[in-house]
């Protein structure tokens, strides 16, 4: 396992954060230690996922697997990001230790599940073509200028409050 990428990964959070008017959400449970995992996405035209974010309650592993999605699934279209696999995410971090297998499959359950939300509102009508364009739109005016095309440190925070006292962190997301 790779634990300077995963300390990195720990600290930096990307994509940590609760989406403003997400057009889908996708969550998963797990039952066996108590963590929750909840994605947002906005898709453009052609099925692109222009923003994608998550929230979880789990530990560091948690926390590092769903920034690991993040970076694999943005800019990907849905069929791309539906099938990125464990091995995937396994192969970012250079392996899982043999306790912390599962958390790629918890994440990317949760994620498939905000996929297969997005797909059920656009086949009912509720997601329109202007709709995807708006997405576009915004999520190309968030990015920062830095060539990159995705957001990074306080950019992609938006909307979290991070604030340390006596070692602690508190972390207000609303």
Known sequence: MNFPKFQELVE???GFRTMEN???TGEYFSDS?????TY??????GDVIE???YFTTGCGFGTATCSLLVDLALGKTLDAAYAIDDAA??????GYPEKKKDYPGRSIAALRAAIDDFRAKRT????????LERARAEAAAARPSTGSGQASGPEQAQGTEVATDDGLVLIKLH
């Not at 230690?33 to 995992?37: A, F, L, V, W």
């Open 40 to 45: 947002y996405l906005k898709v453009g035209p």
């Open 33 to 37: 230690c108590g963590d929750m995992y």
């Open 89 to 94: 995410i396994e192969a970012e971090l250079d």
């Open 12 to 14: 930096k959070r990307t």
């Open 51 to 53: 923003d994608v974010s």
């Open 22 to 24: 997400p057009m889908a």
């Open 124 to 131: 009912a009508g509720k997601i329109s073509d202007d709709m």
